[in-house]
């Protein structure tokens, strides 16, 4: 879905070595060659597995099959477990002086791995009419400037995930999810049972509360962050409205757990009837509509003064430090995983959003859709998302924001006094980057 303190210190680590005799600029090993079996090009291919399904199945099924259009590249998936756990992978890799040449990381890793020299300018090995066909919305978090750096894969929104069997229990009607905050709140009301047995509502509260309080924001006003990775607007009024009401929920209405609320539990409340709502990514769709054994609806995020929602996931980045062959082999394989028809069935297996509109014009992709409203759900309201928060030392302004949030959900902290501190710390970190 992220990023970590972690991976300051590993971006530390990388520093460390380069200023202490180790590689520098200019200076790096790095694969001077392909060194492929039978003149064959060799790709190592870094992935993460971040929700649930048979993601490695559909991964592996996918490089056999570009192995068989492509003879002389052999493609080879490692996979690194978490987004986190592979990006410290990745950076150990590039570290090491032995680069993958290819890796699904999240989208908002761009300026920890341009602080990193690692990652190459994919603008000249695409056209402008292949970028074109991508949702807007998933093209923010890959430039800096004009310049692309990586290409949308596995890209989610947040969406609603309500349970129509537990509506129609409580008198709601099943077909009509709540539009607005004030809708939230009285549907939660209903829905909540007073042995605990049932909550109204469940947003996640650990892992990725940053990227919830930021669809929050959004939902109120601008987005909280520069389009550089120089600035965070964490301390703003609509920001603490939002906080105030993520809080309000567990401790002032008690229609949600009070404290912590665990990501990768969320799902698993949700299909088990423990909560009757859900805010979590549209890359766990699948897995609901798998497992669920209950009627539900996805919806859009309720608005407060508007809709919204930050974009999420996974982008496809080529390293710097390889081969010239293993460069135009990773383009290569980045251009196969995004034909019209690939997007559109790991869309269908996944849950994640169809990056390209040609794949929603697919026969396959438009009788699911059909067949499937709910699927259709993300895509549309990518008319109302927005960049994912990203900066340069992202890991650590991603751990300050997520920890005062936290203390802020735990009781521990008001709205205003965490998102003050969050603003100084991450202006702390970021005024080196600014001109």
């Given amino acids: 879905m992220r990023k970590f303190g972690f991976l300051f210190i590993v971006f530390a680590l990388v520093l460390s070595a380069c200023n202490s005799g180790g590689n520098t600029k200019g200076e790096s090993a790095g694969k001077t060659e392909s060194g492929g079996k039978d003149g064959k090009v060799e790709l190592q291919f870094y992935f993460p597995v971040a929700v649930g399904g048979p993601i490695t199945k559909l991964i592996d099924q996918l490089a056999s099959d570009f192995e068989k259009e492509n003879e002389n590249i052999d493609i080879t998936p490692i996979y690194g477990g978490s987004y986190q756990d592979t990006m410290t992978k990745v950076a ?12 699904v990381l999240l989208s908002t890793d761009l300026y920890t791995l341009l602080s990193m020299n690692a990652i190459e300018d994919l603008t000249p090995r695409f056209s402008k009419e292949y970028f ?13 400037g004009d310049t692309v750096w990586s290409v949308p894969f596995q890209r989610s929104t947040i969406v609603m995930y309500y349970n129509k069997d537990k509506f129609k229990e409580a008198g709601l009607d099943p077909e009509k999810a709540p539009s607005n905050w004030n809708e939230l709140r009285e549907y939660a009301k209903k829905l909540t049972k007073a042995d605990g047995s049932q909550w109204g509502i469940e947003i996640p509260s650990t892992g990725y509360q940053y990227w919830m309080l930021q669809a929050l924001s959004l939902q ?16 703003q009024p609509h920001v603490e409205e939002s906080l105030q009401f993520y809080m309000d929920l567990g401790q ?19 299909i088990s009837g423990k909560t009757a709502m859900m805010f979590h990514t549209t890359g766990n769709l699948t897995k609901v509509k798998n497992e669920a054994a209950f009627d539900f609806g996805v919806a859009f995020l309720p608005a407060n003064k508007q809709f919204g929602s930050p974009t999420g996931g996974g982008n496809l ?21 995004t034909k019209p028809e690939r997007v559109a069935q790991w869309s269908i297996d996944t849950g994640y959003v169809g990056t390209t509109k040609s794949s929603y014009e697919t026969d396959i992709l438009k009788k699911y859709v059909a067949d499937f409203p709910a699927a259709a759900i993300a895509r549309d309201q990518l008319e109302y998302a927005d960049s994912e928060l990203s900066t340069y030392q ?33 202006e702390g970190i970021l005024k080196q980057f600014q001109k």
Avoid: H
Wanted: charged residues 25%.
């Fill in 92 to 103: 150990t890799a590039v570290q090491g002086n032995n680069s993958p040449d290819i890796a």
């Fill in 394 to 426: 992202n890991g650590q302004v991603t751990k300050i924001f997520n920890d005062n949030i936290q203390a802020a959900l735990l009781g521990n902290m008001t709205a205003k006094e965490a998102l003050e501190k969050s603003q100084q710390q991450a």
């Fill in 132 to 144: 074109d066909d991508f949702y807007e919305a998933f093209l923010g978090n890959t430039k800096s």
């Fill in 317 to 337: 980045y080529v390293f710097k430090d390889i081969p010239d062959a293993n460069k135009e082999a990773a383009a290569k394989f980045i251009e196969f995983l």
């Fill in 220 to 235: 109120s006003g601008e987005n909280i962050m520069s389009n550089d990775g120089t600035k965070v607007m964490f301390n």
């Fill in 252 to 270: 002032k209405d008690k229609v949600m757990p009070k404290g912590t609320i665990e990501w990768a539990t969320v799902p698993s409340d949700f």
